[in-house]
Every structure is written in C-alpha cells, then in structure tokens.
C-alpha cells in the first residue's frame, strides 16, 4: 500500500507566498505523523480537516519556531479540546526534552507540567543514530543551520517499505547524501535559486548534487520571495500547502 504526504505547510519562517509554517503529514496504512510542527500548523491542519488525534508521532527536525513553535498549540488542543487518549511520540534532537519544557512555558507557563488524559513520550535521537517508533525508523543526520550543536538535523523516514528524507534547513553537507540517496520522496530545501547564504541551501546547490543524492522524486520546499518568483521553479516539482504526494 503507498504512503501519501501532505504538506501541511511548506513555508519559511517569514510567511514567503502566504505560506504555512513548516509540516508534513504522513499517513499509510499503519503510519500516521507529521514531520516538523511550526508555529502555524495546528491552524493549517484544521484548515486541512486532519484529525490530529490519529498522529501518533512528531518528527522534529530542529527547534526554530517555524519548525517546532506548533507544538504548545498541537499539545494544549489535544489536552482541551479535540480530548485526546492515544498516547504521542516526538523525535528530536538532543535536548528535546528541555526544549519542550522551553516552549511550552514559553507559550503558555504552567503548560509543561499540566496533567493529560494521554501519555507523552520525548525520544531524543542524535547526528548519526536512529529511533524506532512502533513500525516507523527515523534516521538522524547532521545538518548545518547555524552554530555548531544546534542541533539541527536531517532525517530519512522508513515505513511500509517506503522511504522519505527531508533536508531540515541546512546548508550543503554531505551527510545529505546518505539521507537523501535514493529515497522514494526527498523534500529539499531550496531558499533561493542560485544566491549564496550561509545555514540555507540553493537550487544550484541541489543541482550541483543531484547524481550523488540520486532521489526517486525531487519536492522543492521552503522557497523565499525569490525562489516563488523565479521562472525555474516551474522546471521543479515544487512544494505547495496542503499539496499530497503519493509514494507508490
């Protein structure tokens, strides 16, 4: 049976093109998780008409707001309103356990602690390790998006016999590689066509590596201004909100 993942929001952190913040919502016929939970998705997803409580797993790539600031909004809707019982799982990088106390006090004090109707499980996964979540393997990999031991990482996901990576925001490194290499669907970031900048990648950088990370199916995401604009993307399967991918 084929995977399908939707892009609950494919957006940078400053809303480039009216988009949503960073999340991906992958279902199959035993997995159901979203991979990154910005700040914005609880709303994109009721837009969507996801049943959040059916997710079972959160995939945090790093701890940005535009990538993981959802998650006070995603946990305190589940506790209040939608009445959640099923337990959840986050995978994250390392530290996810002080992160989550951070901005869940952050958002709403007194949040981090309060008591729920369903259990909560927090799986720290380092550069270089994996975890496995029922039937779902996430590989870690290093991505470089600012300082040394962000962390930040990259992930490829396995479930059902099928494979989804995911470059994070990252500029090149060749861990992308392993990640990547053929992989029925790798999501890549591609902020600008060809300008430069530190802690995010090109399109000429993804061109340029192509034959190394030799994916099945190519997804631009998290375009800037530039990137919607310009007359290459039409060339590029391109990310768009609340898009579906079907990987057969």
């Given amino acids: 049976m084929a995977l399908s993942l939707q892009f609950v929001g494919c957006g940078d952190a400053f809303g480039s093109g009216g988009r949503f913040n ?22 994109a997803m009721k837009k969507l008409g996801i049943d959040r409580n059916a997710i079972g797993l959160i995939v945090v ?3 940005h707001a535009d990538h993981f600031g959802g998650i006070p ?30 901005v869940m006090e952050t958002a709403f004090p007194g949040s981090a ?3 729920r109707k369903f259990d909560l499980h927090l799986v720290e996964v380092a550069a270089g390790a994996s975890a496995e979540v029922a039937e779902v393997t996430v590989h870690a990999f ?6 040394p031991g962000g962390p930040y990482l990259a992930v490829r996901i396995e479930a059902e016999g099928r494979s989804v990576a995911y470059t994070g925001d990252t500029e090149w490194t060749p861990d992308l590689i392993p990640a990547a290499r053929d992989a ?12 430069p ?9 993804v061109e340029a590596h192509l034959d190394e990370l030799r994916p099945r ?32």
Avoid at 76 to 102: C, H, M, N
Avoid at 184 to 195: G, H, S, T, W
Avoid at 198 to 205: D, E, K
């Fill in 22 to 43: 960073t999340c991906f919502h992958l279902t199959g016929e035993r997995t159901n998780l979203l991979i990154d939970c910005g700040a914005s998705s609880l709303v």
């Fill in 61 to 63: 790539t790093h701890f």
């Fill in 73 to 102: 909004f995603f946990m305190l809707d589940a506790q209040f309103f939608s009445k959640r019982r099923e337990p959840l799982t986050i995978v994250g990088p390392v530290g996810l356990e002080d992160w989550y106390e951070r």
């Fill in 113 to 115: 602690h309060a008591a």
């Fill in 142 to 147: 290093q991505a470089l998006h600012g300082p």
């Fill in 184 to 195: 029925d669907l790798f999501i890549a970031e591609a902020y600008f066509r060809d300008r």
């Fill in 197 to 205: 900048v530190a802690t995010h990648l090109s399109l000429n950088t």
């Fill in 217 to 248: 199916l190519l997804v631009l995401t998290h375009m800037s201004d530039d990137m919607l604009g310009h007359p290459d993307r039409a060339s590029y399967e391109t990310a768009e909100d609340g898009k579906v991918i079907v990987i057969a």
